[in-house]
């Protein structure tokens, strides 16, 4: 039939169920379209190759939808595949432009969306609006990326709904560019959420305004992990606007890496960030974080605001006394504290780290955030220097003193009347841990 019609567009209308007892091979002048709810039933280990399917369903054993080889202008949308390998492969030495996977709904015991071109010679990738699972739980022992991406180019994955994965959701990794992930909802995942893998040629991603949720809050694996091999870890990603749940750690940071994040929120997540030894710009939101920060010796994080009070600020894993660990800034809501009548009240703000060196103001987190103290404060070597501090007085609060009780950082000030008092903490500047 390919030989009969050449290049010459041909519409193909499947109106029931097909049994395919050999390998199916069609390039993409070929549209098959599914009526009446077509199915598309290969037997074990026969591959379907159709580069052009709408409103199929493939059940199968095997692979729902393969391509290796040359191949242009493929289309696969609003199909169903339910697959016992791979749902679509594009594998080994695929090589051509245009691939559009867009409103299928997709579930697989391997990758439900693999990538795998080697040759690194496919570019042109959609992957929109679609379903997507991976079956299984983590004792199957591989695969079960809900989207992975091998040398993929030019690639867009947006606004999908990740329903599970086994391993991490998605995966990209090897000599991969120009990758732009988008608008995804990504929950139940078993391991980690996104991982990006470095090698030498691998471009920056672009990581953007994505939901990912670990499965059942279990505090296991990481949200966003860039992960450092022997290659290092990939420089340069721009994360911003995701929004990542219920992990050990929220954004891993990997290491000897230049990372851009901005107005990202991590909830309910052991560790917000965590770096080996890291640099990350911008800030970000947490809430329910004990830790707000790991790092190795010379991680540096950007400022974290904290919707809740933490346990830890900024903790040191490297090695005692080499280099250290910087925050430039952190926010947080402290409990509340009931004042004397007529007295002074010692309000502890915060334990403190090794030094810290910035602007540290205090507010009225129960009236409106009003300004109740600032100062520049530099503390290093047990010794705490306070200079141009301003304060403002509000109703029976006033006389605010900063001050070293034990290891705490202390606010003093003096109550009028019994009241319950709690202030926001407010920092900016140089906070290092070692």
Request: hydrophobic share 35%.
């Amino acid at each position: 039939m390919k030989a009969e019609y050449g290049s010459t567009p041909v519409t193909v209308l499947l109106d029931k169920s097909y049994k395919i007892k050999s390998n199916i091979d069609l390039p993409s002048n070929f549209h098959l379209i599914g009526i009446h709810g077509a199915r598309i039933l290969p037997d074990a280990a026969v591959l379907f190759n159709a580069a052009n399917c709408e409103r199929i369903t493939i059940v199968t054993p095997f692979h729902g939808f393969y391509t290796d080889g040359v191949q242009n202008n493929m289309k696969i949308y609003d199909s169903e595949i339910n697959a016992g390998n791979y749902g679509i492969l594009l594998n080994n030495h695929t090589s051509g432009t245009n691939l559009d996977v867009i409103g299928n709904v997709i579930k697989a015991n391997a990758d439900p969306i693999e990538i795998n071109t080697t040759a690194g010679t496919f570019y042109g990738i959609k992957i929109i609006g679609n379903r997507i699972n991976a079956l299984g739980d983590s004792s199957t022992p591989t695969s079960g990326f809900a989207i992975g991406i091998a040398r993929g180019k030019d690639i867009v994955i947006a606004n999908n709904i990740i329903e599970h994965s086994r391993n991490e959701a998605v995966h990209i990794e090897s000599v991969q560019e120009r990758i732009l992930i988008t608008g995804n909802v990504l929950k139940d995942c078993l391991r980690d959420g996104i991982r990006l893998i470095n090698e030498s040629g691998a471009k920056p991603v672009v990581l953007t305004n994505n939901q990912i949720k670990q499965y059942g809050n279990a505090h296991s694996g990481k949200g966003i992990y860039l992960v450092y091999d022997q290659r290092g870890t990939l420089d340069g990603n721009v994360l911003s606007g995701n929004i990542i749940e219920g992990f050990a750690q929220g954004i891993d940071l990997g290491a000897n890496s230049v990372q851009n994040i901005e107005s990202c929120t991590i909830i309910n997540c052991q560790t917000a960030l965590t770096s080996v030894n890291s640099r990350a710009t911008g800030t970000i939101t947490v809430k329910n974080c004990p830790i707000l920060a790991s790092g190795g010796s010379g991680a540096v994080f950007g400022k974290i605001i904290s919707l809740t009070e933490p346990q830890i600020i900024l903790q040191y894993s490297g090695t005692k006394g080499y280099q250290g660990t910087t925050i430039a800034g952190f926010s947080f809501q402290r409990a509340s504290v009931t004042t004397p009548k007529g007295g002074y009240t010692n309000y502890s703000l915060f334990k403190l780290p090794t030094a810290f060196d910035g602007r540290l103001t205090l507010r009225y987190a129960n009236n409106f955030d009003r300004i109740f103290c600032s100062a520049n404060v530099t503390y290093t070597k047990n010794i705490l220097k306070i200079n141009h501090q301003w304060d403002y007085s509000f109703g029976v609060t006033a006389a605010p003193v900063l001050k070293i009780i034990n290891d705490q950082l202390v606010l003093n000030f003096y109550s009028a009347d019994s009241r319950n008092v709690r202030f926001r903490i407010d920092f900016d500047g140089v906070f290092y841990q070692e």
